[in-house]
């Protein structure tokens, strides 16, 4: 496995579409699982290939504890205790190959960063429901619904796919702000 280099914006492989994955192989396996680690290596909890430079419908996850969507609380939380730090988590790997929002509902809003935007988090509308349809890493299909965090998760992940970042989410004025201060900040660099 190896760590992966993480474009940051304005790079333009984030502003690009994805395509589809045609090619079920090891390299596609090697490629997730060196995403995965670059993920936790740099404490994020989704990544997209995009920001990997790679324009391939590719996406890995992992909520570890903070998952709940199944309803069934994490021990630490029913305990009333804080979750253990990131790293002593079980981890909860996912990988989605193609994945599409084929039902959207509900609305919540909440805080969002992303590793390919520094230091700059914005509160961000999304559905509070999806049904995803994706493929496996071996091209197995399936449909999933998610909730809450892991479906907001994903659709800043599928966000990525289409060339577009939480930011172009955020009300014109703002967005344009926000843009220019990172454009600065990545010239300065
Ligand atoms: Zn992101």
Redesign the pocket.
């Given at each position: 496995m190896a760590l992966l280099q993480v474009y940051k914006f304005p790079q333009p492989v984030l502003k690009q579409q994805a395509r589809p994955v045609t090619r079920f192989d090891a390299e596609l396996r090697e490629l997730a699982d060196n995403m995965l680690e670059t993920m936790y290596a740099e404490g994020g909890i989704?990544l997209?290939a995009n920001?990997v430079g790679q324009l391939r419908r590719l996406v890995v996850m992992d909520l570890g504890a903070e998952e709940e969507d199944d309803g069934v609380a994490s021990a630490a939380t029913h305990a009333g205790r804080k979750a253990p730090p990131r790293a002593e988590r079980p981890r909860e790997p996912r990988v989605f190959v193609n994945p599409r929002i084929v039902e959207a509902s509900g609305e919540t809003v909440s805080e969002e960063g992303?590793?390919?935007?520094v230091d700059f988090t914005a509160e961000v509308k999304r559905a509070r429901r999806i049904v995803l349809t994706y493929q496996t890493l071996e091209g197995e299909p399936r449909e999933e619904a998610f909730e809450e965090l892991a479906a907001v998760c994903l659709q800043?992940?599928l966000d990525?796919l289409a060339g577009k970042?939480?930011i172009d989410r955020l009300p014109p004025l703002k967005r344009q702000m926000i843009k220019k201060r990172l454009a600065k900040l990545a010239k300065s660099a």
């Open positions: 989704g997209a920001q992303c590793l390919s935007v800043h992940e990525h970042l939480f």
